[in-house]
C-alpha cells in the first residue's frame, strides 16, 4: 500500500538536512560535508521506495498527498508522481549525492554554505517534479533559482557574476509571464468549474473547452518560460555562461536536472492543458528543436574550452528533446522522456569529468592536453565512456533516447514530414564529431605540455563518483524497458490528452 506522505518526506528531508547545518560550526568541514551526504543519500534511498512502489500499469497519479492551502482561493498543497515525474525525481536523488562526493576537495572555502544550498536545491528541484498545483509548482520554480544563483555567484569562476545574473534575469522573464498564464487559466476555468482553482487535475478537464485564440497566448506564455529553460534555440545565450562559470556541482545538476525542468514543463502542461495550441505551435518549435541540434553541435566544434564544448552540446542534445514532444507520437515522447535521463547521466559525467581534469591542472583549454592516456588511463577509460554515450552508440543509453525520437519523428502525422528526421539525424554525426575530436586532442598524442608530467589518475573517490552512472548507462543501453515501462502509460495518456479521441488527426490539424 503507498504511502500518501512519501513524496512530502523527499521534499522535507534535504530541508531538514540545509537547516540542520546552520547548527555546525563552519569550522568543522568534514562534519559539515558528512551531514549533507547523509540527507541527500537519505533522499535517494526514500526516493527508491516510491519507485519500488510505483504501479506502472496505470497512467494516475500516484502517492498523493494533497490538503488545503490557501483558503477561499482553492489552493493546495498537491503532489504526486506519475510515470514521467518519477523517473526525473529519481534523476534528481540520485545526482545530488554523487554531485556533493564530487565536490569534496574542490570546495575549499564557504563549504557550510554550498552544502546548504545544493540541499536547498535538491528540495526545490524535487518539488517541481511532484507539484501538482500550479501554484505550488511556481513556488518552487522560482525558489530553485535562489540557490542555483549563489552557487555560481559564489563558488563559480572569473566572470561568475555576469553568469548569475543572466542565468537569473533570464529564467526570472520568463517565470513571471508563466504567472501571468497561471492566473489567466485559473480566473477563465472557474467560468467552466464555478470555483477558482490552480489543482492541474481539475484545469485537464477544462483543457478542451478553452477557446483557440486564448489558448495560443496561455501556450505562449507557458512554453517560453520552459523554452528558456531547456534551453530551446535562440534563448539558449545564458546556458554557455552559466555552465562555464559554475563550479563542477553547480555545472552537473544544471545540466543533469534543471534542463530537464523546461521539457518536464512542455510534457506536463503545454500539451495536456493547450491541446489544439500544442498542435499549431508543433511545427514552429520542431524547427527550432532542428536549427538547436545542428547549431549546438557546429558551435560545438570550434570551442577550445572543454566545459563551453559539453555546454553547447547540451542545446543540442536538448533539441532531440523538444523535437520527441512535439512529434507526438508514442515512440518519440517516449524517446523524450528516456533522452531527458540520458542526458543527465552522460552529460553529468562529462561535467565531472572535466571537473576530475581542471582540479589537477586549472586549466579547460583544449590545446594545453594531449599524450595524457599515458599518465592517466583510469580518466582516459572514462572520458572515452562518457563521451560514446553522450554520442549515441548502440548499447549505450544515448542511443535508445535517439533511435527512439527519430523512429517516432519520422512518424509523426503532426510534423508530417520526414525532413525533420533527415536534420535531427545529422545532430548524431556532428556530435561524433565533436565528442571524438575533442577526445583525440586531450587524450592521443605525444605529451607536449611538461606541466601534465606527474599528473595524477582519478583517485577512489573519484572512481567511485562515476561508477554508479556507469552502471546505469549500460543498463538503459541494454535493457531500456526497465525505464521505458515506468513511463508508458503517462506518455499515453499526455498524446490522448492531445488528440482528442472523437476527432482525427488530420481533422485536429486542419485547425490550423
Known sequence: MENSLLLTYLILLPLIGAFALLFINKEKASAIRNTGLFFSAITFILSLFVYFGFDHSSS???????????????????????????????????????????????????????TFFMLLLETGMIGVFVSLDLFLFYIFWEAMLIPMYFIIGIWGGKERIYAAIKFFLYTMFGSLLMLVAIVWLAVYASGSLGYFTTDITQLYKVAPTISRDIQLWMFLAFGLSFAI????????????????????????????????????????????LF???????????????VIGIIYGALVAMVQTDMKKLVAYSSVSHLGFVVLGIFAMTQESVQGAVIQMINHGLSTGALFLLVG??????????????????????????????????????????????????????????????????????????????????????VVFGEVKNPSLVGLKDMNVREIFVMIPIFIFIVWI????????????????KIIHQVFNPEQTVEKLINKR
Open 60 to 114: 494516475d497519479f500516484q502517492f498523493v498527498h494533497k490538503f488545503e492551502w490557501i483558503k477561499g482561493l482553492n489552493v493546495y498543497y498537491f503532489v504526486g508522481v506519475d510515470g514521467l515525474s518519477l523517473l526525473l525525481v529519481l534523476l534528481t536523488t540520485f545526482l545530488t549525492p554523487l554531485t556533493l562526493i564530487s565536490s569534496w576537495s574542490s570546495i575549499e572555502h564557504k563549504i557550510k554554505e554550498f
Open 229 to 272: 529553460k531547456v534551453p530551446l534555440f535562440p534563448l539558449h545565450t545564458w546556458l554557455p555562461d552559466a555552465h562555464v562559470q559554475a563550479p563542477t556541482a553547480g555545472s552537473v545538476i544544471l545540466a543533469g536536472v534543471l534542463l530537464k525542468m523546461g521539457t518536464y514543463g512542455l510534457l506536463r502542461f503545454n500539451l495536456p
Open 275 to 289: 491541446p489544439d495550441a500544442s498542435l499549431y505551435f508543433a511545427p514552429y518549435f520542431s524547427v527550432l528543436a
Open 356 to 441: 576530475v581534469i581542471y582540479e589537477r591542472t586549472h586549466t579547460r583549454e583544449i590545446a594545453d592536453y594531449g599524450g595524457i592516456a599515458k599518465l592517466v588511463p583510469f580518466f582516459a577509460f572514462s572520458l572515452m565512456f562518457a563521451s560514446l554515450s553522450s554520442i549515441g552508440l548502440p548499447g549505450l543509453n544515448g542511443f535508445v533516447g535517439e533511435f527512439l525520437i527519430l523512429l517516432g519523428s519520422f512518424k509523426s502525422g503532426v510534423l508530417n514530414s520526414w525532413w525533420f528526421t533527415v536534420f535531427a539525424a545529422s545532430g548524431v554525426i556532428f556530435a561524433a564529431v565533436y565528442l571524438l575530436w575533442m577526445y583525440q586532442r
Open 477 to 492: 543501453g541494454i535493457y531500456p524497458s526497465t525505464f521505458l515501462k515506468i513511463s508508458e502509460k503517462t506518455s499515453a
